[in-house]
């Protein structure tokens, strides 16, 4: 290995803690990195993007690797490194804020008292009214289902279990007895049908795959239950937008995701959020840490982890 400082392309902007485990003694790193060794990105979609012929591995601070061509790498033997479990718990509370914000109205809620003019004479009896309004319902004692169970379909349904609710747990990929620590309470459900059935509230936590591209679609989403809630925080293209338009007009009662699609980005019934799930100071840092050590280690010594 000769003398010269490993060059990081960093596409996106990443947390300071993971920057600092590449010493500036042995690494230049930035946005305008020419000939880069590595690339170091966030959300950024690589998909279109020339990779340049000097990079010898790519670095995901996150989960997902749908933004980066992944075969292509790996046919020209360029290891995708990424930070499974790293941002685990922020997705985790992030669901939960989900199911309360759908169990308790809390976003129509927060529309009606935005717009109490301050200076009305009967402000009380206008506050009164939303409160019958807006009246909803506990989710302990409620079903929970739960499609995919990785680290953070785990982490969900322990908590979930822990708020009271009845889980249901299902992997289109993975046995679930195979799961990463899932809770001894947990219900197995044979497909995704079933936890469409049975369940209250339905979250999903698979990785955008062939396989799981329109996991919920026109033909399946009718099997929800009357006034079901379904949350969607694993990627746009898991969920069929249309078909979850048509359900909000039969038994869908809240559509919750992180994808403002074009579809449902004003229905009424939706709550859409900018990609906020991993997006807390805490999964950032453990993202970026998690993934700088790794294209560390890999371009040091050659190690592979992750990949
Ligand atoms: C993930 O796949 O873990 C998330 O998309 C991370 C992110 O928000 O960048």
């Not at 670095?59 to 046919?75: D, L, Q």
């Not at 609710?165 to 809770?183: C, F, K, Q």
Request: charged share 20%; aromatic share 4%.
């Amino acid at each position: 290995m000769d003398n010269q400082p490993f060059r990081v392309l960093v596409l996106n902007q990443i947390s300071q803690k993971g920057l600092q485990r590449l010493p500036a003694e042995r690494y230049v790193a930035g946005k305008d990195v020419a000939e880069p060794d590595a690339v170091l990105v966030r959300s950024a979609d690589m998909h279109g993007m020339e990779i340049p012929a000097s990079v010898k591995a790519i670095g995901r601070a996150g989960a997902g690797t749908n933004n980066i061509p992944v075969k292509a790498m790996s046919a020209r033997g360029v290891p995708v490194f990424n930070a499974p479990g790293a941002n685990a718990n922020a997705v985790k509370e992030l669901v939960l804020a989900g199911m309360l914000i759908a169990a308790r109205n809390l976003a129509p809620a927060q529309r009606f008292v935005g717009q109490l003019d301050p200076a009305a004479q009967d402000l009380d009896t206008l506050v009164e009214d939303g409160k019958k309004n807006f009246a909803g319902s506990e989710l302990a004692g409620q079903t929970l289902g739960i499609v995919g169970l990785g680290k953070i379909g785990c982490l969900v349904a322990d908590a979930a279990i822990k708020l009271g609710m009845n889980v249901l747990g299902h992997d289109p990929e993975i046995t679930v007895d195979a799961a990463w620590s899932l809770p001894a309470q947990v219900k197995k459900a044979a497909s995704v049908a079933e936890v469409l059935r049975s369940a209250n509230f339905v979250t999903l936590h698979v990785p955008l795959v062939d396989a799981t591209r329109d996991l919920v679609n026109q033909k399946n989403i009718g099997l929800l239950r009357k006034g079901a809630v379904l949350l969607n925080f694993s990627r746009e293209g898991v969920v069929n937008d249309a078909a979850v338009l048509a359900a909000l007009d039969a038994q869908l009662s809240w559509y919750v995701c992180d994808f403002p699609g074009p579809a449902i980005l004003r229905h009424p019934r939706v709550v859409a959020l900018p990609h906020l799930g991993a997006s807390t100071r805490e999964a950032e840092e453990n993202c970026a840490v998690m993934v700088a050590d790794q294209l560390r280690d890999y371009l040091e010594h050659g190690n592979v982890a992750n990949a």
